[in-house]
């Protein structure tokens, strides 16, 4: 038997995340898009570089200064060896991203009369505004740090903008340069609208202003040189929860530290001068490969704000507004609904008002005892979360499980956790060593024929906000395995037992897995036994390497494989006498595709699961995850669709290649097929009762991979 183990057949993970941000950034290229929307996915490539650094490069940082040298599992390359190839990877990507942003994005602004301007394109009438904003509004919150012998390199905030400056004392020439910092608040709106010429929008960025003005924080000293830098910082959290008493403290202890954490990159301007590069990596103690030197705004993540200027309609994808789905219209006692048949959700192409009304619903109905709801990542105003603040007032048993590890969102969730406590509701942290990112909501209602369980179980979040970006798919169920399992669940998550045997789900960390395996293995079974074998998955990324292997014997038997995974893939599609039946493809777009979808053909029986879990090793053996099948025929149909529309993708699909680059998806169709716009006139069409005519594809096979 071939040996699936080899590090040639697998990609290393870190390489495959700069990959999907790479196509991130095709979209930002992409003169198809609307300009504004252009300009965001800057931003998001930006922001998922910060994170990239903080948590991904920063580990490997670490465990090179600890004198790890253990290759990664898959890939076989050491921690230096990825630092090497990330930082290699990562200068080209930031050059591509700065060069769209001048060369393609900015003269296409400029068109459209939005101009970022400098201090020397001013009029006189720019300059007097520039200049009444900068001492009635900036000077007052600036404080200049001096950096010398009596004054240490100021600790300065993880991602802050500042500004360097070098300066020299006339009065002692022979003192030779002298060096300050000047933060750039971040209080303080990024960009500046100044007075403009009539059908135009003149900008300019905060630092820009500072700058000009910059000789009345140091009144006295000649300036020579002033320069935008910024410091990302290791920004993972360490915390023993063995050892912790109280987690909720511990981790607002460690969120304080986040801000101040080891270097992990220095970006500077590209006009910035080899000596006061080289000062501040000194003083960082940061290698060559480290420094970033950008031909453009340090921090391009503020576009996020820019995006949402008013008035710039036309330069931003047509307002869409989620339907109503077909089955809920008119109703207005969501239990009723789900109690004839269970009801499917597709986001955001369909509204995530309805989970929102089941707990709503839920925390007034005077017959719901209880409410029992996982959260990992609520919005800031949730309305999920004051629903069930409203429960536990009328005296309903609610009990949260609130993960307050999930990265980024700690701070957020923390508050949430201690306004649910006051309430009277049970909430518990999450469980030691684990992230529970499974998502569940058990409603128990007293009904004339006795208790009944509502269960609504999910892809994505309990977040309003997010689901109207995201891609998720949502069931709610009567069904009595799912409520049994259900109310397991979450006995199992708050008391002591041992994990049960479940009717309908399974959980992670344990049997998940397992659970996948013996699926992927029986489609194995089936194909070598003559029978159909057939398996698609849509998932967020792939990095297990039991999963990949089993995937390899399955191809090798002739398994036909259809992978969708919108970001990280270990996996090499098309090596001959190991992949060539799988072919993988990344759909990025509009929308973040998020949902996570599992079929088997099964001899022609077909078994269709979601998940919470992405096929990735932290999801089977580091989180509390959900995996449950879709029973109901009409569903299972509506899913089989959806995947087939997604592999029919033509306009934002990419193929993976086996050398781990990748291709867009070439139509041979007049018009090609752009899965998340299909979805959106087929959700409107719905609404109004009509069928969207589309050719049926019916998960026809594809052709192999060129060589």
């Not at 922001?47 to 090179?64: I, P, W, Y």
């Given at each position: 038997?071939?040996?699936?183990?080899?590090?040639?057949?697998?990609i290393n993970r870190e390489l495959s995340w700069v990959a999907f941000n790479e196509r991130v950034l095709e979209e930002a290229a992409n003169r198809q898009n609307p300009l504004f929307e252009r300009l965001k996915f800057i931003a998001i490539t930006s922001s998922n570089f910060d994170e990239f650094f903080m948590v991904r490069v920063a580990g490997l940082k670490d465990q090179v200064k600890a004198g790890l040298s253990k290759p990664d599992n898959k890939s076989g390359m050491t921690p230096k060896e990825q630092l090497a190839a990330i930082s290699?990877?990562?200068?080209?990507?930031?050059?591509?991203?700065?060069?769209?942003?001048?060369?393609?994005?900015?003269?296409?602004?400029?068109?459209?009369?939005?101009?970022?301007?400098?201090?020397?394109?001013?009029?006189?009438?720019?300059?007097?505004?520039?200049?009444?904003?900068?001492?009635?509004?900036?000077?007052?919150?600036?404080?200049?740090?001096?950096?010398?012998?009596?004054?240490?390199?100021?600790?300065?905030?993880?991602?802050?903008?500042?500004?360097?400056?070098?300066?020299?004392?006339?009065?002692?020439?022979?003192?030779?340069?002298?060096?300050?910092?000047?933060?750039?608040?971040?209080?303080?709106?990024?960009?500046?609208?100044?007075?403009?010429?009539?059908?135009?929008?003149?900008?300019?960025?905060?630092?820009?202003?500072?700058?000009?003005?910059?000789?009345?924080?140091?009144?006295?000293?000649?300036?020579?040189?002033?320069?935008?830098?910024?410091?990302?910082?290791?920004?993972?959290?360490?915390?023993?929860?063995?050892?912790?008493?109280?987690?909720?403290?511990?981790?607002?202890?460690?969120?304080?530290?986040?801000?101040?954490?080891?270097?992990?990159?220095?970006?500077?301007?590209?006009?910035?001068?080899?000596?006061?590069?080289?000062?501040?990596?000194?003083?960082?103690?940061?290698?060559?490969?480290?420094?970033?030197?950008?031909?453009?705004?340090?921090?391009?993540?503020?576009?996020?704000?820019?995006?949402?200027?008013?008035?710039?309609?036309?330069?931003?994808?047509?307002?869409?507004?989620?339907?109503?789905?077909?089955?809920?219209?008119?109703?207005?006692?969501?239990?009723?609904?789900?109690?004839?048949?269970?009801?499917?959700?597709?986001?955001?192409?369909?509204?995530?008002?309805?989970?929102?009304?089941?707990?709503?619903?839920?925390?007034?109905?005077?017959?719901?005892?209880?409410?029992?709801?996982?959260?990992?990542?609520?919005?800031?105003?949730?309305?999920?979360?004051?629903?069930?603040?409203?429960?536990?007032?009328?005296?309903?048993?609610?009990?949260?499980?609130?993960?307050?590890?999930?990265?980024?969102?700690?701070?957020?969730?923390?508050?949430?956790?201690?306004?649910?406590?006051?309430?009277?509701?049970?909430?518990?942290?999450?469980?030691?060593?684990?992230?529970?990112?499974?998502?569940?909501?058990?409603?128990?209602?007293?009904?004339?024929?006795?208790?009944?369980?509502?269960?609504?179980?999910?892809?994505?979040?309990?977040?309003?906000?997010?689901?109207?970006?995201?891609?998720?798919?949502?069931?709610?169920?009567?069904?009595?395995?799912?409520?049994?399992?259900?109310?397991?669940?979450?006995?199992?998550?708050?008391?002591?037992?041992?994990?049960?045997?479940?009717?309908?789900?399974?959980?992670?960390?344990?049997?998940?897995?397992?659970?996948?395996?013996?699926?992927?293995?029986?489609?194995?079974?089936?194909?070598?036994?003559?029978?159909?074998?057939?398996?698609?998955?849509?998932?967020?990324?792939?990095?297990?390497?039991?999963?990949?292997?089993?995937?390899?014997?399955?191809?090798?038997?002739?398994?036909?494989?259809?992978?969708?995974?919108?970001?990280?893939?270990?996996?090499?599609?098309?090596?001959?006498?190991?992949?060539?039946?799988?072919?993988?493809?990344?759909?990025?777009?509009?929308?973040?595709?998020?949902?996570?979808?599992?079929?088997?053909?099964?001899?022609?029986?077909?078994?269709?699961?979601?998940?919470?879990?992405?096929?990735?090793?932290?999801?089977?053996?580091?989180?509390?995850?959900?995996?449950?099948?879709?029973?109901?025929?009409?569903?299972?149909?509506?899913?089989?669709?959806?995947?087939?529309?997604?592999?029919?993708?033509?306009?934002?699909?990419?193929?993976?290649?086996?050398?781990?680059?990748?291709?867009?998806?070439?139509?041979?169709?007049?018009?090609?097929?752009?899965?998340?716009?299909?979805?959106?006139?087929?959700?409107?069409?719905?609404?109004?009762?009509?069928?969207?005519?589309?050719?049926?594809?019916?998960?026809?096979?594809?052709?192999?991979?060129?060589?």
């Amino acid at each position: 038997m071939r040996d699936f183990s080899l590090p040639d057949y697998y990609i290393n993970r870190e390489l495959s995340w700069v990959a999907f941000n790479e196509r991130v950034l095709e979209e930002a290229a992409n003169r198809q898009n609307p300009l504004f929307e252009r300009l965001k996915f800057i931003a998001i490539t930006s922001s998922n570089f910060d994170e990239f650094f903080m948590v991904r490069v920063a580990g490997l940082k670490d465990q090179v200064k600890a004198g790890l040298s253990k290759p990664d599992n898959k890939s076989g390359m050491t921690p230096k060896e990825q630092l090497a190839a990330i930082s290699e990877r990562t200068h080209a990507v930031m050059n591509k991203l700065f060069d769209v942003l001048k060369h393609q994005i900015t003269p296409e602004l400029e068109q459209a009369g939005i101009r970022f301007v400098k201090a020397h394109q001013l009029c006189a009438e720019q300059q007097a505004f520039m200049r009444d904003y900068f001492h009635h509004h900036l000077f007052p919150v600036l404080t200049p740090l001096a950096v010398d012998a009596s004054h240490p390199f100021p600790l300065l905030l993880n991602k802050s903008l500042n500004l360097a400056v070098l300066l020299e004392n006339p009065q002692e020439e022979d003192e030779g340069p002298l060096f300050a910092v000047v933060q750039v608040p971040a209080v303080v709106p990024r960009f500046l609208q100044l007075p403009s010429p009539a059908g135009e929008a003149h900008f300019m960025l905060l630092e820009e202003v500072i700058k000009e003005h910059i000789e009345s924080l140091f009144q006295g000293y000649t300036i020579r040189e002033t320069s935008p830098f910024r410091i990302t910082r290791n920004a993972d959290l360490t915390i023993d929860e063995d050892e912790t008493e109280d987690l909720l403290e511990a981790i607002q202890q460690e969120l304080k530290k986040r801000k101040m954490g080891e270097p992990v990159i220095l970006a500077i301007d590209s006009s910035m001068s080899d000596f006061l590069a080289a000062t501040l990596q000194d003083w960082l103690e940061l290698e060559d490969a480290d420094v970033y030197r950008m031909d453009g705004p340090l921090d391009p993540s503020f576009f996020f704000k820019f995006y949402a200027l008013p008035g710039y309609d036309h330069l931003r994808f047509e307002e869409y507004v989620p339907q109503p789905p077909k089955e809920l219209q008119g109703v207005t006692n969501i239990f009723e609904a789900i109690r004839q048949k269970d009801l499917l959700l597709h986001h955001p192409y369909e509204s995530f008002d309805p989970v929102i009304q089941f707990v709503q619903q839920a925390a007034e109905d005077p017959g719901v005892l209880a409410i029992k709801q996982t959260l990992y990542r609520v919005s800031g105003d949730s309305p999920i979360v004051k629903a069930l603040l409203r429960a536990a007032e009328n005296g309903k048993q609610v009990t949260v499980l609130l993960e307050i590890k999930a990265r980024f969102d700690e701070e957020n969730n923390i508050v949430w956790a201690k306004a649910l406590e006051k309430a009277g509701c049970h909430v518990i942290y999450g469980i030691v060593g684990l992230k529970t990112h499974g998502k569940i909501t058990l409603v128990v209602r007293a009904e004339q024929d006795g208790i009944r369980r509502y269960v609504h179980l999910s892809t994505g979040n309990y977040n309003d906000r997010t689901a109207r970006v995201y891609t998720d798919l949502g069931m709610l169920t009567a069904r009595e395995e799912f409520g049994i399992d259900a109310s397991h669940f979450f006995n199992h998550l708050t008391g002591y037992s041992q994990p049960p045997y479940w009717k309908a789900i399974t959980t992670a960390p344990v049997g998940l897995r397992e659970t996948f395996l013996q699926l992927i293995e029986q489609e194995t079974a089936n194909r070598l036994a003559g029978k159909p074998a057939r398996i698609i998955a849509k998932m967020n990324a792939l990095t297990d390497k039991r999963i990949m292997e089993a995937l390899y014997k399955a191809s090798c038997a002739g398994v036909e494989i259809d992978l969708i995974i919108r970001g990280i893939c270990c996996l090499r599609p098309g090596i001959a006498g190991v992949s060539e039946n799988i072919r993988v493809i990344s759909i990025v777009g509009r929308f973040l595709e998020h949902s996570r979808i599992y079929y088997f053909l099964n001899g022609g029986e077909e078994r269709i699961f979601l998940a919470s879990a992405d096929w990735m090793t932290r999801n089977m053996v580091a989180r509390v995850e959900l995996l449950f099948p879709v029973y109901q025929e009409n569903l299972k149909e509506r899913i089989k669709q959806i995947l087939d529309i997604m592999l029919s993708d033509d306009a934002k699909a990419r193929m993976l290649l086996p050398d781990g680059t990748y291709i867009n998806v070439v139509s041979n169709k007049p018009a090609p097929l752009n899965s998340q716009l299909y979805f959106l006139e087929e959700a409107c069409l719905s609404a109004i009762g009509k069928k969207f005519d589309a050719a049926p594809h019916h998960l026809e096979p594809h052709l192999p991979l060129p060589e």
